[in-house]
């Protein structure tokens, strides 16, 4: 199964690269370079260390903003499953959040807090919290009660039953939105390089596209998405880890 896995993913890459290999090579726009010129800038700017330092920057407001997300949203996200009047007070204002355009917020976040670290960190969450929340609130909201009643029979408390019953049973629903909200933090963290202050790898994006040098912009770009791949596949394993009974299978398996 496992050499199965991973002959998929190879020939998955080997298809996507390939395709873009040729686009570049009709070319399909003057400003789309070829897979191998983008992977040679991605090479450069690893061996100048230009890309290392640029992560420095891209990864504080990100690293903090999803550790708070994931926290906040979770425990949010459980209170609003298990209470149907706190539900009734917190889950519109997540709903409303998912649903409207946050980008249109930074401007408001740059006036109140500046164009640091702190705001930064508030895109980051913005965009990520949402999804966690409420997909966390879904999990737990729907976990069987039968599966509830039960612990109860056996003389658990609320908190063996929240603990072990009902966190287990929403786990996969719950890791979905922590993958999701870890997809639109990395969202957020760019978004906030090329709106609030030209750093990171938003800067790299924003200054090869000021000069045409489109390789380097195409490879920025690719690392991004990279490092995203690698840390959804870093929860998917926690959570293998943390509750090996409720394994489904994912689809980067």
């Known amino acids: 199964?496992?050499?199965r896995s991973l002959a998929l993913k190879i020939l998955s890459s080997l298809i996507?690269?390939?395709?873009w290999e040729i686009a570049g090579r009709i070319p399909v726009s003057y400003a789309f370079p070829t897979f191998l010129e983008s992977m040679a800038a991605l090479v450069a700017m690893i061996a100048d260390?230009?890309?290392f330092v640029a992560y420095g920057e891209t990864l504080r407001p990100l690293v903090v903003g999803v550790a708070i997300s994931a926290v906040?949203?979770?425990g949010l996200g459980v209170w609003i499953g298990l209470s149907e009047r706190f539900e009734w007070l917190v889950s519109p204002i997540f709903i409303v959040a998912q649903a409207a355009p946050l980008a249109a917020l930074i401007p408001l976040l740059v006036m109140a807090y500046g164009i640091g670290l702190t705001s930064k960190v508030f895109v980051v969450c913005i965009m990520a919290m949402p999804v966690i929340v409420l997909n966390t609130a879904g999990g737990v909201r729907n976990?069987?009660?039968?599966?509830?009643?039960?612990?109860?029979?056996?003389l658990g408390t609320r908190r063996d039953i929240i603990l072990k019953i009902i966190l287990p049973a929403a786990s996969p629903i719950?890791?979905?939105?922590?993958r999701l909200g870890i997809s639109a933090g990395f969202i957020g963290a760019i978004l906030a390089e090329l709106k609030i202050t030209p750093t990171g790898v938003g800067d790299i994006i924003t200054y090869s596209r000021s000069i045409a040098d489109y390789p380097s912009m195409y490879a920025a770009i690719f690392s991004i998405i990279l490092l995203?791949?690698?840390f959804l596949n870093?929860?998917?394993?926690?959570?293998?880890?943390?509750f090996e009974g409720n394994n489904r299978g994912y689809a980067s398996d």
Do not use: C, D, H
């Open 72 to 74: 906040l949203g979770v």
């Open 1 to 3: 199964m496992l050499n």
């Open 143 to 154: 976990t069987p009660s039968s599966i509830k009643e039960m612990g109860r029979a056996f």
């Open 228 to 230: 995203a791949v690698l």
């Open 174 to 178: 719950i890791f979905s939105g922590l």
């Open 16 to 19: 996507v690269f390939g395709a």
């Open 49 to 51: 260390g230009s890309l």
């Open 234 to 242: 870093l929860v998917e394993k926690v959570e293998q880890r943390l």
